[in-house]
C-alpha cells in the first residue's frame, strides 16, 4: 500500500505521489498543469512537460466577475492539448492552494480525470527534482465541454444567505484576524475589497492550511483532518457545507479536503466569498472582537 | 512618476514599455536572482525575526528592515521566507536598488501603484496587496524620519 492509500482517504486515488509523477512524465495520458499564485514560478522552472494554467489570465473571465465559459474552456483545453479521456494533474505553490482552485474550475466543467501531486511544488523542489525552464508545445485538441455547472459545487450570495437562515454550516478558511472582523485595513490603504470585517454568522473558522503538513506542503492524513472538522467543528460527512473565504481560491483548497480526502457528500465552493458579503448591503455579519 | 528616484522611474518605464508577459517574467526572474544581495544580514537581523518587520498580508513571509546612513538617507534590507516567493524577491531587489541612499521625500512620495506598472495589472488581488505590502513598508520607514 503507497503511503497515500495508508492515509485513510474516502478517495485516495485523487492524489498521486511526486514519485508517480516523475515516472510518468512522458505518458500522453497524462498532462501536468502547474498553477501558482506567484506568476513568475513557472517560468523560472517547471516540471518538465508541464503546462501552466495561469487564474487571472486562463481560468477568470476578463470582464465580468466569473469564471471562463463552455467556449473559453474549450478553448484553454484545446491550448493545453488535453482530451476528455486525458487526465489532468495539477500541482502548484502555497501547498496546491492554486492547484486546488483549477482542479475546481475543471470540475464545473466535467473534467473528473482530474488528481493532484500531494505536496505540490514545495515537495518537488524539496526533493531535489527536476526543473526546467523549457515551456512544451502540444498539439491543438478538439474539446467540447458541456456548459458550466454552477450548481453542484459553487455558491452564490442568495444561496448562501439561505444556508444562513437555515442554520447549515459554513467554513471560512480565512485567517483568524479576519474571520474575527480585527483585520480590515492594512497599513496605508483600505484592506482591497471588503468595507466590512468579519464573517458570516455561524460560520466556524478553520484556516485552510490546517489540512497541510507545513514541512513538505502534503494534506493530513484522514485521522488528523477529522479530529480538526469533526472533532473540532462538529461537521459530518452527511452535512451540506459552503466553505468560503475571500475571493474562493483558499476555499476550493477546503472544498478539496472535504469532498475528496474526507468523503463529504455536499461541498460549495462560495466563490463570491468575503469580497462580495462584506461589500453587500444588508447582509448579516458577526464580528468577534 | 516624475517624483520617484530617479533609477525606480526608469525602471517603471522599462516596464510599462513590455507588453509581453513572458518577457515580463523573464526581466523580473533575473532581477529577483539577485536577492542575496539584498538579504538582511545577521548584523542587523537574525531569525526568528521580530514580527514589527513583517510585512501584512504578504503571502510569502516578507519582512523589511531600514538602517540610517551618516547622511540621514536609509539602507534597506529584505527577507522573504517562502523560497517560492519569487516576486517578493524581485520588488525587493528594486526597492532596495533604486530607493537605498535617496532622499527621504522621494521614497516617502512613492506609490503602489508602482506594482502594476512592474507586474502588469493582472498581478493578482492576494498577491498585489502583499507586494504593495512591502512598498509601504518601505515608505512608512521614510515616512516617519521625516
Known amino acids: 500500500m503507497s503511503d497515500i492509500q495508508s492515509r485513510g482517504y474516502v478517495k485516495a486515488d485523487v492524489l498521486v505521489s511526486t514519485e508517480w509523477v516523475a515516472s510518468n512524465l512522458n505518458n500522453p495520458a497524462y498532462r ?3 498553477s501558482n499564485e506567484d506568476p513568475l514560478l513557472y517560468p523560472s522552472g517547471h516540471i518538465p ?3 501552466q494554467v495561469d487564474w487571472t489570465t486562463d481560468l477568470n473571465d476578463p470582464l465580468r466577475r466569473d469564471y471562463l465559459d463552455k467556449a473559453g474552456f474549450d478553448a484553454l483545453a484545446s491550448r493545453i492539448g488535453i482530451t476528455k479521456d486525458t487526465t489532468v494533474i495539477f500541482y502548484g505553490d502555497k501547498n496546491n492552494w492554486w492547484a486546488t482552485y483549477a ?6 466543467f466535467g473534467h473528473t480525470n482530474a488528481k493532484v501531486m500531494d505536496g505540490g511544488r514545495l515537495k518537488w523542489e524539496k526533493e531535489g527534482r527536476e526543473l526546467t525552464r523549457e515551456v512544451p508545445t502540444y498539439p491543438a485538441t478538439s474539446y467540447s465541454a458541456p456548459e458550466r455547472d454552477d450548481t453542484q459545487i459553487r455558491a452564490f450570495r442568495d444561496e448562501v444567505l439561505a444556508h444562513v437562515k437555515a442554520g447549515l454550516p459554513l467554513v471560512d478558511v480565512r485567517s483568524p484576524d479576519e474571520f474575527s472582523g480585527k483585520k480590515l485595513h492594512m497599513e496605508g490603504y483600505p484592506q482591497e475589497g471588503a468595507l466590512r470585517g468579519g464573517h458570516i454568522p455561524g460560520a466556524q473558522s478553520v484556516p485552510w492550511a490546517r489540512a497541510i503538513n507545513p514541512d513538505d506542503g502534503t494534506f493530513k492524513n484522514a485521522v488528523d483532518l477529522k479530529a480538526i472538522y469533526e472533532g473540532e467543528k462538529g461537521l459530518k460527512p452527511t452535512d451540506d457545507v459552503v466553505a468560503y473565504c475571500r475571493i474562493g481560491e483558499r476555499s476550493s483548497h477546503t472544498w478539496f479536503v472535504l469532498t475528496y480526502l474526507l468523503g463529504y457528500q455536499k461541498v460549495r465552493n462560495y466563490d463570491g466569498s468575503w469580497t462580495e458579503w462584506g461589500n453587500s448591503v444588508g447582509v448579516p455579519i458577526e464580528k468577534s472582537v | 512618476m516624475a517624483n520617484y528616484p530617479a533609477k525606480l522611474a526608469e525602471l517603471v518605464e522599462d516596464f510599462e514599455s513590455i507588453t509581453n508577459r513572458n ?11 539577485r536577492f542575496s544581495s539584498v538579504k538582511v544580514p545577521a548584523s542587523i537581523a537574525t531569525k526568528p525575526y521580530d514580527e514589527s518587520h ?9 519582512f523589511v528592515w531600514a538602517t540610517e546612513n551618516p547622511d540621514g538617507t536609509l539602507k534597506y534590507y529584505f527577507d522573504v521566507l517562502n523560497p517560492q516567493g519569487l516576486s517578493a524577491m524581485a520588488i525587493s531587489v528594486i526597492l532596495e536598488e533604486t530607493c537605498s541612499g535617496r532622499p527621504l521625500r522621494e521614497v516617502a512620495a512613492l506609490s503602489t501603484e508602482i506594482i502594476f506598472s512592474i507586474f502588469g495589472r493582472e498581478v493578482s488581488m492576494g498577491k498585489g496587496q502583499g507586494l504593495m505590502g512591502i512598498v509601504n513598508m518601505v515608505m512608512a520607514e521614510a515616512k516617519r524620519r521625516l
Open chain 1, 103 to 108: 482542479f475546481w474550475v475543471f470540475q464545473l
Open chain 1, 49 to 51: 512537460g508541464a503546462v
Open chain 2, 23 to 33: 518577457e515580463r517574467a523573464e526581466y523580473l526572474i533575473e532581477i529577483a536572482d
Open chain 1, 32 to 34: 501536468i498543469i502547474e
Open chain 2, 54 to 62: 513583517r510585512v501584512p498580508a504578504c503571502e510569502s513571509d516578507a
